[in-house]
């Protein structure tokens, strides 16, 4: 399965966000990227963009949001422990990351609510719009 360095240099960007496992298809990498969910330096990528080792891209993904270093081009989707050597997330990135991720663990982003109100609660809401 060896490929030839320059094919190996040549990888689409959708290609390889799907062969980092970053996205579960390739159709999802490409969607995403016409999304505008994955950026280069402040501005929007292709699909077809060719991406280089050692630069560095922000990617959306649900909720989380990761500033990535590219440290390896494939084209081929292998097994995880492999996807990870193709890129190393930066420190920043990660710290941000985990940050939110606990925010939305604690429920302090969103709004929590009891569900729908009883009667007395509506009674009183109405009560409340009235007096204005």
């Known amino acids: 399965m060896a490929t030839s360095e320059r094919d190996e240099d ?12 970053l996205y579960k298809t390739r159709a999802l990498a490409k969607a995403a990227i016409e999304g505008g969910k994955v950026h280069q330096r402040g501005e929007r990528c292709k699909p077809s963009r060719e991406p280089r080792v050692g630069e560095e891209y922000v990617v ?14 494939s084209g081929v989707r292998r097994g995880a422990p492999e996807a990870q050597a193709l890129y190393e ?3 920043e990135s990660r710290v ?4 939110t991720a606990e925010l939305r ?6 709004m ?8 007395k609660q509506r009674r009183d809401i109405s009560r ?5």
């Open 112 to 119: 929590q609510t009891d569900g729908r109100p009883s009667k």
């Open 89 to 91: 997330e930066t420190e």
């Open 128 to 132: 409340f719009r009235d007096a204005f």
């Open 105 to 110: 663990k604690a429920g302090a982003l969103g």
């Open 60 to 73: 959306r993904t649900g909720f989380d949001e990761r500033t990535l270093v590219v440290r390896a081009l």
């Open 10 to 21: 040549r990888v689409r960007l959708d290609k390889w966000l799907w062969a980092a496992r």
């Open 96 to 99: 941000r990351r985990e940050a």
